[in-house]
């Protein structure tokens, strides 16, 4: 062969080589591609479901009734001779003007625990000193907790105006009992004494307080 052409049909045929081969590739990408189209590829749904719960109504529990607690039975002090606390004190005899007797511890009677009987005279300008107004003692809460009873004697003047002065403690069964005593007494007020018409201090009276309590 000639020399000449040699070189046209060596060119010819890398040509013809060349695309072949990117002919082939070409085939050989679309059929792969179709084959992978052809595949049916899984789809995964998420479905949330929505479960339904079958709620049990709670049963209400009654609340058990409480009972209320009983009230403290609270000790009670009367003032007045009738409601239980002995004043030792004739009431009946001021009243009358004829006189006063202050009982000692014991009770009534005599001429009392170191005042002696007030005698007066039942003339128009003379009176007998009269109470008015009587304040109740408290009854001392360590007394009430230990549910002690006594009593408390008591001494004091009564005035031209009809207050108390210096009341003092002659005897108690208990002290406990004796501040709330005089505390009460130092209220009490009276109409004064009269001698001859004019205001007078009525000293040395005695009374007798008794803290009892109730039930």
Do not use: C
């Not at 049909?9 to 059929?31: D, P, Y």
């Not at 590829?41 to 109504?57: S, W």
């Not at 049963?59 to 403290?72: G, L, S, Y």
């Not at 007797?101 to 009392?112: M, P, T, V």
């Amino acid at each position: 062969m000639a020399a000449w052409l040699r070189f046209p049909i060596a060119l010819l045929a890398s040509a013809v080589f060349t695309f072949g081969l990117f002919g082939g590739l070409r085939a050989l990408t679309l059929a792969r591609s179709e084959a992978d189209a052809a595949v049916a590829i899984p789809k995964v749904e998420f479905v949330r479901l929505r479960r339904e719960v079958e709620i049990e109504p709670k049963k209400r529990e009654k609340p058990e009734r409480v009972k209320p607690e009983q009230a403290p039975v609270t000790p009670a002090l009367s003032v007045a001779q009738e409601e239980g606390v002995d004043l030792g004190l004739d009431v009946q005899a001021l009243a009358a003007g004829l006189g006063a007797e202050f009982g000692s511890a014991g009770g009534h009677g005599g001429d009392g625990a170191g005042g002696g009987a007030l005698a007066f005279n039942a003339g128009l300008s003379d009176r007998a000193p009269l109470p008015l107004v009587r304040v109740e003692p408290q009854y001392p809460p360590q007394a009430r907790q230990k549910k002690l009873e006594g009593w408390v004697q008591v001494s004091f003047t009564i005035s031209t105006a009809g207050s108390v002065k210096d009341p003092a403690v002659v005897k108690s069964s208990h002290s406990v009992f004796e501040r709330a005593a005089l505390q009460a007494v130092g209220k009490w007020k009276y109409q004064p004494q009269l001698v001859e018409g004019r205001p007078a201090e009525t000293p040395n009276q005695q009374v007798l307080l008794r803290f009892k309590m109730e039930g």
